[in-house]
């Protein structure tokens, strides 16, 4: 029973649109015929802090909280954040990382250090991990804040999501001037 | 089916849209503010930002006596602020249905406090209903309204962040037009007097006794079969845990009607399970009774006080590990360093609370709001946060002991505009009526930022989209008794003038206002007219004193020695250019006078 429901973490930093990523997910889970249940921190967290969104799916969910060494996939928007949230990932699990520093505020004030070499020590917990240059990749596109569908795209191919049409998806949910570039932008993360 | 997927906010929303809802009030307040923002989006129902939560109850409350459906909705802290009509509506009950969502944060996700307001339901003897996930939102939002119809009383929804914020998917229906019932003068039941209150007295205990068959008998609490050498009782978010820890390894009493309490449906659940366990948050709202009902059961004892629940905490407390999923990820081994929320940058907060921090012997009483996070070093502008409005009747009190204590130094209250409207007037009120030298800082964003951006008062728009007055601060504030001579308003991007306006509030032998005003950086309008704009370092002049960092800004870093200024952060308020003693910051990127 709840060996079937997979779960899906996403974490980053207030701003840089786990939300809308997580509410693609999540609608194009619910067409394709899941039931979905997604869970998401917000408030204080929106003024720079670190936020986390929670997508479970399966033929029936019911907590919609993600516990430690649940998650199959574990995708972080920013590097410290996926240390941060590493314990979450079940043993297995695949880790997506988006190859991005933000420096909080204790980091920037000196009071605290921005850790070297994150996708190192990443890299030598996690076997199946990918860092992905989202921002890099949805910048050459045309706007780095695109890196969010660049995410999506990655971690549909982590979790073999490919035969929902995630395109017909996106298009109820952007406006049409976007299109083209969340399109592009899902496609590369597939193939990030 | 026509299913959608929706949060919990949304779902309710919708719940009351389909149950013929015709008024809906409140005030904004993580997490319950998306249920107006929703309600806001079904033009049949006439929805409004009121004041505070006390105004918005007593607004649902008028419609509902005047026959209309009427909803209220607040976070758990709100309903402390509305507590005092929603104990009188308790006896005067409804005449149109009356809901007063109230929305819990366990976890303090964003509040004050962890309050569990299920105890108002028992406090207040209206009846209470939990929904455990956004269908149960939608579904239990239409019977609240066919309840406080048919017994008469004000229905309390109890939801949590959890339930709020989580997205589930719901089925859609279509809307009842229920019309608004008649009106007919009744004073025995609407004019609280004491000869009437107490008549009404007798009749809300009736109503107890009703709610209480009716506990035992409706749906909403439901039994669910599985192994029955376990027999958990829980409701709301903690069933959803419950049964992701447990599933079938036990059975299960689901309370969607949680007061009254189902307390034969208790009785007859606990004699045919072998051990019952109580699953709930926080409060041990539902094991006190069971307790007191003599059935032994295990709850509190083994979960924490504090705190949200999750299955892994389920797991931990009662399976002991029985179970391949408590397994923990791999281990981080790298020292991860904090990320508190913090002042935007260009925050309109950052230039008024950089000038208090450089005048010496002040204490601030702050209050709730973006503004909060100033307590934080370097700024360390709050002294204390207690609730809505206390960011200037504490300064009274405060000045008073220091007064007393024969202390010098000068109070200043900290609220926002919203804060003001909210229950600051009251505060400013009684410094000026008892004579109290404080100063208050209005930091005025022309929205209600914290939560969202919502309209009030003084923004001039309504939740509906409308144009209305926009209430004048320095108006309100000569009404309530400040000189006119004692009232300063500065641009906060101004840091010569916030200081000047500082240094006068603190040597002010009377009650004085500074009133810092600009629109929050983050609004679409500031954005937009602000793109482009950011401060840029001369390394030739820099000398990496440090100065520029004191103002705690994201946008400003030292990397690798050297003073940065993140261009895409940066909204060119300025500040960082005017406390550089070497004038080695500049602004950029502006259009003609920028």
């Given at each position: 029973?709840?060996?079937?429901?997979?779960?899906i973490?996403?974490?980053?930093?207030?701003?840089?649109?786990?939300?809308?990523?997580?509410?693609?997910l999540?609608?194009?889970?619910?067409?394709?015929?899941?039931?979905?249940?997604?869970?998401e921190?917000?408030?204080?967290?929106q003024?720079?802090?670190?936020?986390?969104?929670?997508?479970?799916?399966?033929?029936k969910?019911?907590?919609?909280?993600?516990?430690?060494?649940?998650?199959?996939?574990?995708?972080?928007?920013?590097k410290v954040?996926?240390?941060?949230?590493?314990?979450?990932?079940?043993?297995?699990?695949?880790?997506?990382?988006?190859?991005?520093?933000i420096?909080?505020?204790?980091?920037?004030?000196?009071?605290?250090?921005?850790?070297?070499?994150?996708?190192?020590?990443?890299?030598?917990?996690?076997?199946?991990?990918?860092?992905?240059?989202?921002?890099?990749?949805a910048?050459?596109?045309?706007?780095?804040?695109?890196?969010?569908?660049?995410?999506?795209?990655?971690?549909?191919?982590?979790m073999k999501?490919e035969?929902?049409p995630?395109k017909?998806?996106?298009?109820?949910?952007?406006?049409?001037?976007?299109y083209?570039?969340n399109?592009?932008?899902f496609?590369?993360?597939?193939?990030? | 089916?026509?299913?959608?997927?929706?949060?919990?906010?949304?779902?309710?929303?919708?719940?009351?849209?389909?149950a013929?809802?015709?008024?809906?009030?409140?005030y904004?307040?993580?997490?319950s503010?998306?249920i107006?923002?929703?309600?806001?989006?079904?033009?049949?129902?006439?929805s409004?930002?009121?004041?505070?939560?006390?105004?918005a109850?007593?607004?649902?409350a008028?419609?509902?006596?005047?026959?209309?459906?009427?909803?209220?909705?607040?976070?758990?802290?709100?309903?402390?602020?509305?507590?005092?009509?929603?104990?009188?509506?308790?006896?005067?009950?409804?005449?149109g249905?009356?809901?007063?969502?109230?929305?819990?944060?366990?976890?303090?996700?964003?509040s004050?406090?962890?309050?569990?307001?299920?105890?108002?339901?028992?406090?207040?003897?209206?009846?209470?209903?939990?929904?455990s996930?956004?269908?149960?939102?939608?579904?239990?939002?239409?019977?609240?309204?066919?309840?406080?119809?048919?017994?008469?009383t004000?229905?309390?929804?109890?939801v949590?962040?959890?339930?709020?914020?989580?997205?589930?998917i719901?089925?859609l229906?279509?809307?009842?037009?229920v019309?608004?019932?008649?009106?007919?003068?009744?004073?025995?039941?609407?004019?609280?007097?004491?000869?009437?209150?107490?008549?009404?007295?007798f009749?809300?205990?009736?109503?107890?006794?009703a709610?209480?068959?009716?506990?035992?008998?409706?749906?909403?609490?439901?039994?669910?079969?599985?192994?029955?050498?376990i027999?958990?009782?829980?409701?709301?978010i903690?069933?959803?845990?419950?049964?992701?820890?447990?599933?079938?390894?036990a059975s299960?009493l689901?309370?969607?009607?949680?007061?009254?309490?189902?307390?034969?449906?208790?009785?007859a659940?606990?004699?045919?399970?072998?051990?019952?366990?109580v699953?709930?948050?926080?409060?041990?709202?539902?094991?006190?009774?069971?307790?007191?009902?003599?059935i032994?059961?295990?709850?509190?004892?083994?979960?924490?006080?504090?705190?949200?629940?999750?299955?892994?905490?389920?797991?931990k407390a009662?399976?002991?590990?029985?179970?391949?999923?408590?397994?923990?990820?791999?281990?981080?081994?790298v020292?991860?360093?904090?990320?508190?929320p913090?002042?935007c940058?260009?925050c309109?907060?950052?230039?008024?609370?950089?000038?208090?921090s450089r005048?010496?012997?002040?204490?601030?009483t702050?209050?709730?709001?973006?503004?909060?996070?100033?307590f934080?070093?370097?700024?360390e502008?709050?002294?204390?946060?207690?609730?809505?409005?206390?960011?200037?009747?504490?300064?009274?009190?405060?000045?008073k002991a220091q007064?007393?204590?024969?202390?010098?130094?000068?109070?200043?209250?900290v609220?926002?505009?919203?804060t003001?409207?909210h229950?600051?007037?009251?505060?400013?009120?009684?410094?000026?009526?008892?004579?109290?030298?404080?100063?208050?800082?209005?930091?005025?964003n022309?929205?209600?930022?914290?939560?969202?951006?919502?309209?009030?008062?003084g923004?001039?728009?309504?939740l509906?989209?409308?144009e209305?007055?926009?209430?004048?601060?320095?108006t309100?504030?000569?009404?309530?008794?400040v000189?006119?001579?004692?009232?300063?308003?500065?641009?906060?991007?101004?840091?010569?003038?916030?200081?000047?306006?500082?240094?006068?509030?603190?040597?002010?032998e009377e009650?004085?206002?500074?009133?810092?005003?600009?629109p929050?950086?983050?609004?679409?309008?500031?954005?937009?007219?602000?793109a482009?704009?950011?401060c840029?370092?001369?390394?030739?002049?820099?000398?990496?004193?440090?100065?520029c960092?004191?103002?705690?800004?994201?946008?400003?870093?030292?990397?690798?020695?050297?003073?940065?200024?993140?261009?895409?952060?940066?909204?060119g308020?300025?500040?960082?250019?005017?406390?550089?003693?070497?004038?080695?910051?500049?602004?950029?990127?502006?259009?003609?006078g920028e």
């Amino acid at each position: 029973m709840a060996s079937e429901t997979k779960s899906i973490l996403l974490v980053g930093v207030g701003g840089q649109g786990t939300i809308l990523a997580s509410r693609i997910l999540s609608e194009g889970l619910m067409t394709a015929g899941f039931d979905v249940k997604m869970s998401e921190i917000h408030g204080m967290a929106q003024r720079g802090g670190s936020v986390s969104t929670h997508v479970r799916y399966g033929e029936k969910v019911y907590s919609p909280v993600i516990s430690p060494g649940e998650a199959d996939v574990l995708v972080a928007f920013e590097k410290v954040e996926a240390l941060r949230w590493l314990s979450y990932l079940a043993p297995g699990g695949r880790l997506v990382v988006n190859d991005t520093e933000i420096y909080s505020l204790p980091v920037l004030l000196g009071q605290a250090k921005y850790p070297e070499r994150v996708e190192v020590a990443l890299a030598e917990r996690v076997r199946e991990f990918r860092l992905v240059d989202a921002a890099g990749i949805a910048g050459r596109l045309g706007n780095s804040k695109a890196q969010n569908v660049v995410l999506l795209g990655a971690l549909v191919r982590a979790m073999k999501l490919e035969s929902i049409p995630w395109k017909d998806v996106m298009r109820g949910i952007v406006p049409p001037k976007l299109y083209a570039l969340n399109e592009k932008a899902f496609d590369a993360g597939l193939d990030a | 089916m026509n299913k959608r997927i929706m949060t919990g906010n949304e779902a309710i929303a919708r719940g009351a849209w389909e149950a013929g809802c015709h008024v809906a009030a409140a005030y904004p307040g993580t997490p319950s503010t998306e249920i107006l923002e929703n309600v806001a989006l079904y033009p049949e129902i006439v929805s409004e930002w009121s004041t505070n939560e006390k105004v918005a109850v007593e607004v649902a409350a008028g419609a509902s006596i005047a026959g209309a459906r009427a909803l209220a909705a607040m976070k758990h802290v709100g309903l402390n602020v509305a507590a005092d009509p929603l104990f009188t509506m308790g006896y005067i009950g409804a005449n149109g249905g009356l809901v007063i969502v109230t929305a819990d944060d366990p976890g303090l996700f964003s509040s004050q406090n962890e309050q569990d307001n299920r105890w108002y339901a028992p406090h207040t003897k209206v009846p209470m209903l939990e929904p455990s996930d956004s269908q149960e939102c939608k579904d239990f939002a239409g019977e609240a309204f066919a309840l406080s119809e048919r017994f008469d009383t004000p229905v309390l929804l109890r939801v949590t962040t959890r339930v709020c914020h989580s997205k589930g998917i719901v089925s859609l229906g279509t809307r009842s037009e229920v019309p608004v019932r008649p009106y007919v003068r009744d004073t025995a039941k609407n004019v609280m007097v004491p000869a009437n209150a107490k008549k009404k007295h007798f009749v809300v205990e009736e109503r107890l006794a009703a709610l209480k068959r009716f506990s035992d008998e409706t749906p909403l609490n439901r039994i669910e079969w599985g192994d029955r050498g376990i027999g958990i009782i829980t409701s709301g978010i903690s069933y959803q845990h419950a049964r992701e820890a447990f599933g079938g390894g036990a059975s299960y009493l689901k309370i969607g009607f949680s007061h009254p309490l189902p307390e034969g449906k208790i009785r007859a659940f606990a004699a045919l399970v072998g051990k019952v366990l109580v699953v709930e948050e926080n409060e041990p709202y539902i094991e006190t009774t069971v307790r007191a009902l003599g059935i032994p059961c295990v709850g509190r004892a083994l979960l924490p006080a504090v705190d949200e629940l999750s299955p892994a905490i389920l797991r931990k407390a009662f399976l002991d590990g029985n179970t391949t999923a408590t397994a923990e990820g791999p281990g981080v081994g790298v020292q991860v360093p904090p990320r508190p929320p913090v002042l935007c940058p260009g925050c309109t907060h950052r230039g008024i609370f950089y000038a208090m921090s450089r005048q010496k012997g002040i204490t601030a009483t702050t209050d709730i709001g973006c503004y909060t996070l100033g307590f934080l070093p370097p700024l360390e502008i709050g002294d204390t946060c207690i609730c809505m409005g206390a960011g200037i009747s504490a300064a009274v009190g405060f000045a008073k002991a220091q007064k007393i204590a024969g202390r010098p130094g000068k109070v200043f209250g900290v609220l926002g505009d919203s804060t003001f409207f909210h229950s600051g007037i009251t505060g400013l009120v009684d410094s000026v009526f008892n004579r109290v030298p404080v100063a208050l800082v209005i930091v005025d964003n022309r929205i209600t930022a914290m939560t969202g951006h919502q309209e009030n008062p003084g923004t001039g728009r309504t939740l509906m989209g409308e144009e209305t007055v926009s209430l004048d601060i320095e108006t309100l504030c000569r009404a309530c008794g400040v000189k006119a001579g004692n009232i300063a308003t500065v641009d906060p991007y101004d840091l010569a003038a916030c200081e000047e306006a500082v240094k006068a509030a603190s040597s002010s032998e009377e009650p004085f206002v500074i009133i810092s005003r600009r629109p929050c950086a983050l609004l679409k309008d500031v954005l937009r007219e602000r793109a482009g704009l950011h401060c840029t370092v001369d390394m030739d002049l820099c000398v990496k004193c440090g100065a520029c960092l004191k103002l705690a800004c994201p946008a400003l870093s030292m990397r690798e020695g050297k003073v940065v200024i993140d261009a895409n952060l940066c909204n060119g308020c300025g500040l960082c250019l005017q406390v550089c003693p070497r004038k080695a910051i500049r602004k950029e990127g502006g259009k003609d006078g920028e």
